[in-house]
């Protein structure tokens, strides 16, 4: 099946600084979606981006499909931003499938 | 509704017991999944509704886990005989249709002690 691999796994960021997150998969897909998970376990969708870029205020995405990755920007993070983000991918009609995510502190 | 509903929140329960958690999809979602998360880990997939039928469930781990769903709406997972191992965080989702983005909802913490 198709691989997920997240990076880094882990990553603290001082509060204002910046930060990018990495999400390779193995083989093409047609979703691809990133989520924050809050320290109270909540999914909160970041973005639905299976090609090119979008932008949410101090987030933006860009997956670049042809090369099967996607990177996730969090500028002037705050300590909000902290929790584990994960990139989930699927393959035409198959699952969702997810990183193992990235732990993300934000220390003020 | 607003967004995907959950429950119970939190559930424990003892070994051998039977369980069963509840998902409410966002209204007119099609697609319904259910998944796993144990603790510090990424979420397992494991069964897919479309309406009321279920084309997928590779994800379920043994007979002991079964889901049905009521048309387009209301889904139950049951799991039968709780071992400790399936203490974990059970994740609902829905999309409009298959291949679309998924909402998920708060999630059922199950305890099998």
């Known amino acids: 099946g198709i691989q997920v691999e997240q990076s880094p796994p882990d990553l603290i960021l001082q509060e204002g600084a910046n930060s990018t997150l990495r999400c390779n998969f193995s083989?093409?897909?047609?979703?691809l979606q990133w989520f924050h998970q809050n320290p109270w376990g909540q999914l909160i969708n970041l973005f639905y981006?299976?090609?090119g870029t979008k932008q949410n205020g101090r987030l933006s995405a860009t997956t670049v499909a042809t090369e099967r990755y996607s990177l996730l920007y969090i500028s002037s993070s705050q300590t909000t931003d902290s929790g584990v983000y994960f990139c989930a991918v699927e393959r035409y009609g198959n699952k969702l499938v997810f990183g193992a995510g990235t732990i993300l502190r934000v220390k003020s | 509704g607003a967004g995907v509903s959950q429950s119970p929140s939190n559930k424990v329960t003892e070994k051998g017991k039977d369980v069963e958690l509840r998902c409410d999809p966002i209204?007119?979602?099609?697609?319904l999944y259910w998944y796993r998360q144990r603790l510090g880990q990424g979420l397992e997939f494991l069964i897919y509704?479309?309406?009321?039928?279920?084309?997928?469930k590779s994800g379920l781990p043994s007979d002991r886990f079964s889901a049905e769903r009521t048309g387009e709406s209301v889904s139950t997972l049951t799991i039968q005989r709780t071992q400790q191992e399936d203490s974990a965080v059970y994740l609902c989702?829905?999309?409009?249709?298959?291949?679309?983005?998924?909402?998920f909802g708060p999630g059922t913490r199950l305890t099998v002690t």
């Open positions: 083989d093409s897909v047609n979703n």
């Open positions: 209204s007119g979602h099609t697609a």
């Open positions: 989702a829905s999309s409009l249709l298959r291949d679309y983005e998924q909402y």
């Open positions: 509704f479309q309406g009321n039928s279920a084309p997928d």
């Open positions: 981006i299976p090609s």
